[in-house]
């Protein structure tokens, strides 16, 4: 099992950026496949990016790619995502997730996930 604790949220004017970071506790983190989700006010939870157990593979969602960067160290036990060009509409809470599942695929689905921490509130100001 893995705990998650997420952090660096807050308040940004829109053009901004901000990293987030997911610190895992528990079992081995680069076992596991992590993502980054979100979910907006009135929204379904999103899929941002994920990131393989290595970090030599990433996916983005469609709505941040070319402005936002997952990455990880796993000497650190931590996965970041880099927020660059930040839009009003990504204001939402966002969500560190771990995957056991042992296929390499890449996944972009919450169902596939199955530890998530408490989120992170990011606002973005226009």
């Known amino acids: 099992q893995v705990q998650l604790v997420e952090s660096g949220g807050g308040l940004v004017q829109a053009g901004g950026s901000l990293r987030l970071s997911c610190a895992a506790s528990?079992?081995?983190?680069?076992?596991?496949?992590m993502g980054w989700f979100r979910q907006g006010p009135g929204k379904e939870r999103e899929f941002v990016a994920g990131?393989?157990?290595?970090?030599?593979?990433?996916y983005s969602g469609d709505s941040v790619q070319a402005r936002f960067t997952i990455s990880r160290d796993n000497a650190k036990n931590t996965v970041y995502l880099q927020m660059n060009s930040l839009k009003p509409e990504d204001t939402a809470v966002y969500y560190c997730a771990a995957s056991a599942r042992p296929s390499t695929r890449l996944i972009t689905t919450s169902e596939e996930y199955d530890y998530w921490g408490q989120g992170t509130q990011v606002t973005v100001s226009s």
């Open positions: 990131i393989s157990r290595s970090g030599n593979r990433v």
């Open positions: 528990g079992r081995s983190f680069s076992g596991y496949k």
